[in-house]
Structure formats: C-alpha cells, structure tokens
C-alpha cells in the first residue's frame, strides 16, 4: 500500500537549520508530483512547498521563499525538505502527501519546534 513516513523533526533555535525526509513506499514515486505541509497548533493545515516528479518546477509559499528548499531523490523514493533560517513561527508538524489515484495520502507527520 501507499506509504509515506517522515523524518527529521525536532528542537531549534532561531535561526537554525533542519532536513526533513520522506521515505515512499507502494507506488512509483518518480512519476508523482509531491508536496510538503504543516499545521501549527490551532491552525488550518497549510501548503508549504511542492515539486514536479522530475523535481524541476519547485514552488513555495511566500512564508518559507528564500529560507526552504524542496527536493527529491528518486532513486532513493525520498522527498527532503531542508529549512534554514528557521523561526518560531515555522513550529508546527510537517507532513509529506502525494494525491495517489485522486486521493490525498499523508504520512503522519514529524514535529517541528522553532525555540529558544
């Protein structure tokens, strides 16, 4: 079955880096775009950064331009999300999805905590 598990969260400072992985499983992960997410505590759960299969076409929300960088290794079925310049308003959980078949697949998500 369709499989995705993240990895990579954890306790930063401001200013601080972290990469984030997403290992996929039970589908051909080279022919599916992907995307990261989020959702801070109390809040709607928001589109961060998505990538075609070929990992050519990035975008980004307008928070995390400049300081986030999505990307893939296909050989590898990994999706990665490295965050620089991190600040405590980039706390929340962090989930991969793929929209499989027509139907949004999520893993269950790794924390991320932005804090002095």
């Known amino acids: 079955q369709v499989q995705l598990v993240e990895s990579g969260g954890g306790l930063v400072q401001p200013g601080g880096s972290l990469r984030l992985s997403c290992a996929a499983s039970?589908?051909?992960?080279?022919?599916?775009?992907m995307r990261w997410y989020r959702q801070a505590p109390g809040k709607e759960r928001e589109l961060v950064a998505t990538t075609t299969n070929t990992g050519s076409i990035p975008n980004y929300a307008d928070s995390v331009k400049g300081r986030f960088t999505i990307s893939r290794d296909n050989a590898k079925n990994t999706l990665y999300l490295q965050m620089n310049s991190l600040k405590p308003e980039d706390t929340a959980v962090y989930y991969c999805?793929?929209?499989?078949?027509?139907?949004?697949?999520w893993g269950k998500g790794t924390l991320v905590t932005v804090s002095s």
């Open positions: 039970g589908f051909t992960f080279s022919t599916y775009a």
């Open positions: 999805n793929v929209i499989y078949r027509g139907m949004y697949v």
